[in-house]
């Protein structure tokens, strides 16, 4: 057997400066690694939903890619300066981009999913190869156990990843944005790998070799400062591809990305987009808002809560009913609560809902109200909860035992709430997955639906809704209602009985120890 002993290296500086600094590049490498691999992370999830799901997709694939990685790299040990030199650059290279080829995948052909396995093998097979490489190259500079250089090299690279796991988060992502971020990572990334091969293992490289690493290096990084030079156009153009030509306010913030197109006074319904998924569609939404809140306004509803509902669109279809006397709205992002009061088009669209001196803003996650204070603050006779999508991930809390739990200790004797449970038509576990949520903490329910269209040529979603109640509940409309265009008695109870024919038997509840919303 044949043992690969690496040659000695010639260095520019005594052995222990160059030992850190080799632990100092996989510091650096580590960290870059780590925000590739979450930048793909909640990229996905704000494209794609389901943030365990896409977080499960890239970990598993990338895990798995790191291991080939390190098997490909034994074929690189016998050069493994000018191998660490290039798995960097096209490391930076491909991970600087990955956000923006992942989002241009999204945007431009409507599928990010094959997109996203590639880039989380490709970016796991090149950080796979690194460590092997690293390792070979600081028994270059100073022979040593095999055990404490790789103790060395993994404390290294653990404090790099918690840098880099602790810096997307709270630095990259709040100040630059998934885009430029990734951008500037990439930067930093080729500069590491290149500056140590090219500074402290130069002497491992022909005249030519360090000409076409220093040419590669600086292609990578013209390519990656061109990249975030272009990032407005390119966040615009793509923008334009998923919302329309017409879009008005684009912003991100601390929740989600919120995006109003059209509404701008010249004929073009408004819509709003929350995370890329449409919240609101211009005229069409009353069908909706009718049909969430005016089934529950039948009976006593001086006090409502509204969970939700940052648009203002519930709380107007409340307003209506002139002997309302308090609508307390608790929603968590406030730059959706901005523009329901500033937007001319949204304001318009709620009737300036929070210019009324009966509505009361709650900024916060409504669980945590609940939970913290919002039973001081009850009890309330209609509880509507405008949540979003209970197959979203961050929605599931939304969505459990727990919740429901703490929302009947606000609910007063008598009092119902109108929940929505998703697109009756395309994910009918769910809705009844919910209905069975409700059931378990002692409510009587009622579902129905609703045909809403989803605007620009989509076809009507089949929203399905539950009105819940301790007593038994029977779907009806208040004798004393503003005129309501899509909401009928009649209509009600039809749709009322067309929901339960569609009727899941066997959903089980959802808690946070078990949801069962995702898939």
């Known amino acids: 057997m044949v043992l690969h002993r690496p040659v000695p290296a010639r260095l520019p500086v005594p052995a222990g400066l160059g030992r850190l600094a080799v632990l100092t590049t996989v510091f650096v490498c580590a960290a870059c690694g780590l925000v590739y691999e979450l930048e793909l992370v909640a990229l996905a999830s704000y494209l794609l939903g389901d943030s365990v799901t896409q977080a499960s997709v890239v970990l598993s694939v990338m895990v798995f890619a790191m291991g080939i990685g390190s098997l490909l790299a034994k074929r690189l040990r016998a050069r493994p300066a000018l191998g660490f030199a290039v798995v960097e650059a096209v490391l930076a290279l491909t991970g600087g981009l990955s956000a923006m080829a992942l989002y241009a995948c999204f945007a431009w052909y409507g599928q990010a999913r094959l997109a996203l396995v590639g880039f989380s093998l490709t970016i796991g097979v090149l950080i796979g190869a690194e460590v092997p490489l690293l390792m070979t190259l600081i028994q270059r500079i100073r022979r040593q156990d095999a055990g404490c250089a790789v103790a060395d090299l993994f404390a290294a690279d653990y404090v790099g990843a918690l840098v880099g796991g602790l810096a997307f988060p709270f630095l990259l992502l709040p100040v630059l944005g998934q885009l430029t971020g990734a951008l500037v990572t990439g930067a930093v990334n080729a500069v590491a790998g290149g500056a140590l091969v090219l500074w402290l293992f130069r002497r491992d490289l022909s005249p030519r070799a360090r000409w076409a690493l220093l040419t590669a290096n600086g292609l990578v990084l013209v390519v990656l400062a061109a990249g975030s030079v272009l990032t407005g156009p390119f966040e615009r153009a793509a923008r334009q591809a998923v919302y329309g030509a017409d879009v008005r306010v684009a912003v991100r913030s601390g929740v989600q990305e919120v995006v109003l197109a059209g509404g701008d006074g010249d004929g073009r319904p408004l819509s709003l987009f929350l995370d890329g998924r449409l919240k609101v569609s211009g005229g069409d939404e009353s069908r909706y808002h009718e049909a969430l809140v005016h089934p529950a306004m039948a009976g006593e509803h001086r006090r409502v809560l509204v969970l939700g509902g940052g648009d203002g669109l519930a709380a107007r279809e409340v307003l209506r009913y002139a002997d309302v006397r308090s609508v307390t709205v608790v929603e968590l992002d406030p730059e959706v609560l901005r523009l329901a009061r500033t937007d001319p088009g949204l304001a318009a669209l709620n009737r300036r809902a929070y210019r009324d001196p009966r509505v009361r803003v709650v900024t916060a ?103 819940a109640a301790r007593a038994p509940v029977r779907l009806a409309l208040a004798e004393a209602r503003p005129p309501l265009p899509s909401l009928t008695p009649e209509t009600l109870r039809a749709e009322g009985l067309a929901a339960e024919r569609r009727k899941e038997v066997g959903a089980l509840p959802s808690t946070l120890m078990h949801p069962r919303y995702a898939g």
């Open 365 to 467: 996650d409504a669980f945590d109200w609940l939970r913290e204070g919002g039973s001081a603050a009850g009890p309330y006779d209609v509880v509507i909860s405008d949540l979003p999508d209970p197959g979203l991930t961050p929605s599931t809390k939304l969505y459990s035992q727990e919740f429901y739990g703490l929302v009947t200790r606000v609910l007063a004797p008598g009092g119902r709430i109108a929940v929505h449970g998703g697109d009756l038509d395309a994910r009918p576990h769910v809705f009844w997955t919910v209905d069975a949520t409700l059931r378990s903490v002692g409510l009587r329910t009622a579902p129905y639906r609703a045909a809403v269209p989803q605007g620009r040529g989509a076809p009507e979603r089949d929203w399905g809704f539950l009105l």
